[in-house]
């Protein structure tokens, strides 16, 4: 396998001197590969993305073994060259765009401010490059959308025009977080089928951060599964589907319908209470109060475990344990 483009050891982001939001995540992503990372809401998933990109809030600190892009060192990269970096070879696709795209431009002032910036181009040459990238992603009439606004356009459009902003610089890696939250399920397989459309053409290396495991099932090559902060299962997609090992994982799948297998009117599974805060100095297993096979050595020290070579998973549970006794 070649060199990984993206590649993070023992990530930790803490906020003030209590709080812990990530806890020695550790995730690698290869040229046209998608990697998953997956969990509820509150897991650490955003954070974990955003400190790829230094874009923390203010009074969050990071720390890691390693953070590379390629050979660079993203930790030790001052902020002039971190600005340099980001938007060009390393670009995100933000959660919701109305919130990340700036009411008071059109849609061409943003996307060539992105080119011309990174490119030095000329506005004419940024904007025939938005136009160019706005027909790829597959927007109708792109000349007269760059001049609208972005409440002007609907949900589907913007996170569009988000996508093309990301693309405008051909960037290596592509982080796309929750990029179809809010849209209809027409809308979402549209953007899924185009996120993967570009990522075949262009060789992306795509980190994918979801909590829809459906989403997961049609895009990932990888997966890695977080919950409190913490990469609890993760490997290649097939295995994790087919016999997942951490009961968070389990009961994340038994969350959803299985087409041919789920009767109409069946009741679907739950994870009962929420994700914890969880405080600095924290041992212990953070899913074992919502856990049914917890235990009292789960508070202690929780083991690695490989289920297969590209297997792996932090539960006391040994491997040979099978769903329904996890569930």
């Known amino acids: 396998m070649t060199d990984p483009v993206l590649s993070i050891a023992d990530l930790r982001v803490g906020f003030g001197a209590r709080t812990e939001a990530v806890r020695g995540v550790s995730l690698e992503v290869h040229r046209g590969e998608t990697h998953c990372l997956v969990g509820e809401s509150g897991c650490g998933k955003s954070i974990s993305a955003l400190s790829v990109m230094n874009l923390l809030p203010r009074g969050a600190t990071r720390t890691a073994d390693h953070m590379r892009f390629h050979d660079q060192d993203l930790l030790a990269l001052p902020d002039r060259a971190m600005a340099r970096l980001r938007g060009d070879k390393i670009a995100m696709i933000f959660q919701e765009p109305m919130t990340s795209l700036n009411p008071a431009y059109t849609i061409g002032s943003q996307m060539a401010e992105v080119f011309r910036r990174h490119r030095g181009a000329t506005r004419p040459q940024a904007l025939a490059r938005a136009e160019e990238l706005l027909t790829r992603v597959g927007i109708t009439a792109p000349g007269m959308r760059l001049g609208q606004y972005p409440h002007q356009l609907s949900g589907g459009l913007r996170q569009r025009v988000m996508i093309a902003m990301a693309l405008m610089c051909d960037p290596e890696l592509l982080i796309a977080d929750e990029p179809t939250t809010a849209l209809d399920v027409t809308v979402q397989a549209q953007i899924l089928r185009l996120l993967q459309k570009l990522q075949q053409e262009l060789g992306l290396a795509l980190l994918l951060i979801t909590h829809d495991l459906g989403v997961v099932a049609r895009m990932a090559h990888r997966v890695s599964v977080m919950y409190a902060g913490q990469v609890v299962e ?17 009961g994340l799948l038994d969350c959803i319908p299985i087409p041919g297998t789920t009767s109409a009117g069946e009741p679907l599974g739950s994870i ?23 235990a009292p050595d789960c508070a202690g020290p929780i083991p690695l475990r490989t289920a297969a070579p590209d297997h792996a998973y932090l539960c006391r549970l040994p491997p040979d344990r099978t769903r329904e006794e996890a569930a």
Do not use: E, L, N
């Not at 290649?236 to 090992?245: D, E, T, Y």
């Open 234 to 250: 993760s490997g290649a997609a097939v295995p994790i589907f087919a016999s997942p090992r951490h009961p968070y994982t389990t």
């Open 272 to 294: 009962p209470g929420v994700v914890p805060r969880i405080p600095r100095g924290f041992t212990g297993c953070g899913f074992r109060d919502r856990c049914a096979s917890a």
